[in-house]
């Protein structure tokens, strides 16, 4: 597994229970293995389009996010500003944690891909850099 370059984010590893009966259990608890307050989840499925499906494209001034493909796989690329890389996701418990200033895209969502992602905050439009151009000056001015 590759190591992350880009700043603000990283691997995240989560249980995989597997007690004797069918099936796995994977456990994500704020804190815990997932380093902040756990406000808002949500998922992408139905990708019916794959092959040519971009989603991202955007990055977040303050939000903090877990991404986890529970099912199928897909490719995220990173970018904070300076370094840039690309990952495949494709364990349902081993994620990445992505924190504000990182330039994000999701593509190459394979085998019904189902990506769950657990947000420390509330939907705010106003936290979105949806422009890359603005990320660049953004990422200048709030490097740390
Ligand atoms: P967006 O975050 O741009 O999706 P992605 O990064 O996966 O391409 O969100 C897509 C749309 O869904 C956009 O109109 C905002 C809306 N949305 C909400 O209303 N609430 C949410 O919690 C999220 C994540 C998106």
Excluded at 17 to 41: H, L, M, N, Q
Excluded at 108 to 123: K, T, Y
Aim: charged residues 20%; aromatic residues 12%; hydrophobic residues 35%.
């Amino acid at each position: 597994m590759n190591d992350l370059i880009v700043r603000n984010s990283r691997w995240l590893s989560i249980s995989a229970i597997k007690d004797g009966y069918d099936g796995t259990i994977s456990v994500a608890e704020t804190s815990k293995s997932i380093p902040f307050e756990i406000k808002r989840v949500y998922y992408i499925y139905n990708l019916v389009h794959h092959d040519n499906v971009v989603r991202g494209k955007h990055a977040h001034k303050k939000l903090q996010q877990a991404l986890f493909c529970i099912n199928g796989s897909c490719s995220v690329s990173l970018n904070d500003g300076t370094e840039q890389q690309a990952i495949e996701l494709t364990e349902p418990n081993r994620g990445i944690y992505l924190g504000p200033g990182v330039w994000s895209t999701m593509s190459n969502f394979r085998n019904s891909c189902i990506l769950l992602v657990f947000a420390s905050d509330f939907f705010s439009e106003e936290d979105y850099i949806r422009d890359f151009n603005e990320f660049l000056r953004y990422s200048k001015t709030h490097s740390a």
